[in-house]
């Protein structure tokens, strides 16, 4: 998972730099499977036991996760979030990060993109044997509640490993002391996703892309955190 992570953070800065207006979500697609091939992994996404049907999820605006690419050209000054997982030598990692095309985050974009991932780190912060599930979500919580951003509720972190979703959940909310009880070699996935307008999502025709409800901007971050003896190691940054 460590060699894995280190193929994962590679890829994702890439396509930041790679990224730009007038780039179909296809083209981007097959661009991200032939790096993750480069590597000698495969793109979890396309697993059967997944079956999702590109290799990386790209949402683009009021799009949340799980957002199906289609032939789609990105504008400067879109919001896109990456969410990407990928399987090397039998073991999962999972990131994603919003960025704007071609253009600075500014006004409430910023602080919107700003905010989630102050509150990705947050929740890692916290991190060692004996934190619970509901330690993360609380102080997730804390930092979106403050920020006045709207607290996404319809999906959840999760325990990473041999799958790419396994126990724990771990909520972006809870309360202190609540939840499951983390131990030195777990793996999981924090995953705080925020709006500037209210929380509830819907699913469009496709089955797979969410959406706010509202129609709001949103943003998502995503890092696979080990819990060690002593605290934490982010696997999926360089």
């Known amino acids: 998972m460590r060699e894995g992570g280190k ?3 590679t890829i994702l800065r890439d396509l930041r730099e790679h990224t730009t207006a007038g780039q179909g979500e296809l ?8 790096r993750i091939r480069s590597y000698g992994a495969l793109p979890t996404y396309r697993d059967p036991s997944v079956n999702f049907p590109a290799s990386i999820c790209i949402s683009v605006n009021e799009q949340l996760v799980h957002s199906v690419p289609t032939d789609r050209i990105l504008e400067a000054g879109d919001k896109v979030s990456y969410d990407l997982t990928i399987t090397y ?3 999962c990692v999972d990131s994603a990060f919003t960025m704007i095309v071609d253009a600075e985050p500014k006004g409430a974009i910023k602080h919107l993109i700003s905010t989630t991932e102050n509150s990705l780190y947050a929740g890692i912060n916290i991190l060692k044997p004996g934190a619970t599930t509901g330690d993360i979500g609380f102080e997730v919580e804390k930092v979106l509640t403050r920020g006045k951003l709207g607290v996404v509720r319809d999906y959840v972190g999760h325990g990473i490993g041999l799958k790419m979703h396994m126990p724990p ?7 202190r002391g609540g939840g499951v009880t ?10 705080p996703m925020a709006s500037l307008g209210k929380p509830k999502t819907s699913v469009t025709s496709d089955g797979w892309t969410v959406i706010m409800a509202d129609h709001s901007i949103c943003a ?16 999926t940054t360089l």
């Open 7 to 9: 193929i994962l953070a």
């Open 27 to 34: 083209d981007i697609d097959r661009w991200v499977d032939a």
């Open 89 to 91: 030598r039998g073991t």
């Open 169 to 175: 959940d771990i909520p972006n909310y809870g309360t």
């Open 182 to 191: 983390l131990h030195e070699g777990d793996t999981i996935c924090i995953e």
């Open 220 to 235: 998502h971050f995503e890092h696979t955190v080990l819990i060690t003896s002593t605290g934490y190691e982010i696997l």
